[in-house]
């Protein structure tokens, strides 16, 4: 039987790695769905998007406003902060509310990092880097601060930066709910069957992950940028969680209410309508 090829495309970082372990290395089942996986940064998944490149992907809660038209929102694989998030560092202490004047890094325009920067500093200046940038800029003194997304969170003390404002913990102070940063997309045109079997398999993907989680987390480290298993440990479950395997309704209300606000105040450009498949 020939099997259906299914791009899936996801971000090169362990939170990603260990959530599609299962998928990648072929541990489950997918019957006459093959699954091809393409790494690349968020913010280029975000604009390949807008594209339609691939069946399936990782995207921004951001970028998601331009995309419902092409694409669903899959029930499972959402990447979420409770109390935490985005980090904005800075190579000297300074408040959060003078980044106004400030020049700060950011990984991408279409990133949910970037919009709620906005949401908290609406004439935030900025300059695009390369996420796995955005460190060493910072640190060099070329910007005044920068937005860190992946493990950077976790690291930037060692190089004797400050945390300016932690966006997750913003968030849950102004709305009681996680920050929703990124969740897989799915094509609506391959039909409801197909992707009813494909959200099915990303998500027994996340729970055998979970189930088997020091065989996930080994695989994952190879894309751990530098974290010793101990960190790279913590990260995922950052970012892997209850939440990844399905929304809930919390889940569901944290991204109505990002978008509901990014549209109130102008950031996005009409009002998103979600369905979760």
């Given at each position: 039987?020939k099997k ?6 996801h971000?090169?970082?362990?939170d990603?790695?260990?959530m599609?372990y299962?998928?990648?290395t072929?541990?489950?089942d ?29 995207i ?6 331009y995309?419902?038209?092409?694409y ?12 935490y ?7 000297k202490?300074?408040q959060?509310?003078?980044?106004a004047?400030?020049t700060?890094?950011?990984?991408g325009?279409m ?10 500093e ?6 695009v880097?390369?996420?796995d940038?955005i460190l ?5 003194g070329?910007y005044?601060a920068?937005?860190?997304?992946h493990?950077g969170?976790?690291t930037y003390?060692e190089?004797?930066?400050h945390k ?10 102004q ?6 940063l990124g ?8 039909g409801?069957?197909?992707?009813e079997r494909?959200?099915?398999d ?5 729970q055998y992950a ?9 695989y994952a ?5 530098g ?10 479950g ?8 399905d929304?809930g ?5 944290a991204?109505?209410r ?8 102008k950031?996005?450009p009409?009002a ?6």
């Amino acid at each position: 039987m020939k099997k259906k090829d299914i791009h899936v495309a996801h971000s090169p970082d362990s939170d990603d790695a260990f959530m599609f372990y299962a998928l990648a290395t072929k541990k489950i089942d997918t019957g006459d769905l093959n699954y091809i996986h393409l790494l690349k940064d968020i913010e280029t998944l975000n604009r390949r998007a807008m594209k339609g490149e691939y069946e399936v992907s990782a995207i921004s809660f951001h970028a998601y406003a331009y995309l419902s038209d092409k694409y669903a929102l899959l029930s499972c694989g959402a990447s979420m902060g409770r109390n935490y998030g985005p980090i904005v560092i800075s190579g000297k202490r300074m408040q959060a509310r003078s980044l106004a004047g400030k020049t700060v890094a950011i990984p991408g325009t279409m990133t949910t990092a970037f919009l709620t920067l906005r949401l908290f500093e609406p004439e935030i200046k900025y300059h695009v880097v390369p996420f796995d940038q955005i460190l060493e800029d910072v640190q060099s003194g070329k910007y005044e601060a920068g937005v860190l997304i992946h493990e950077g969170q976790l690291t930037y003390r060692e190089m004797g930066l400050h945390k300016v404002l932690d966006l997750g913990e913003w968030w849950q102070e102004q709305t009681g709910l996680p920050l929703p940063l990124g969740g897989n997309i799915i094509k609506r045109d391959l039909g409801e069957k197909t992707i009813e079997r494909v959200s099915k398999d990303i998500k027994k993907s996340i729970q055998y992950a979970l189930d088997h989680r020091d065989e996930a987390l080994s695989y994952a480290m190879q894309f751990s940028r530098g974290l010793d298993t101990s960190r790279a440990d913590r990260f995922v479950g950052m970012y892997v969680n209850d939440l990844t395997l399905d929304y809930g309704a919390e889940g569901r209300k944290a991204v109505r209410r990002l978008l509901s606000r990014a549209h109130k105040k102008k950031i996005i450009p009409s009002a998103v309508k979600l369905e979760f498949v």
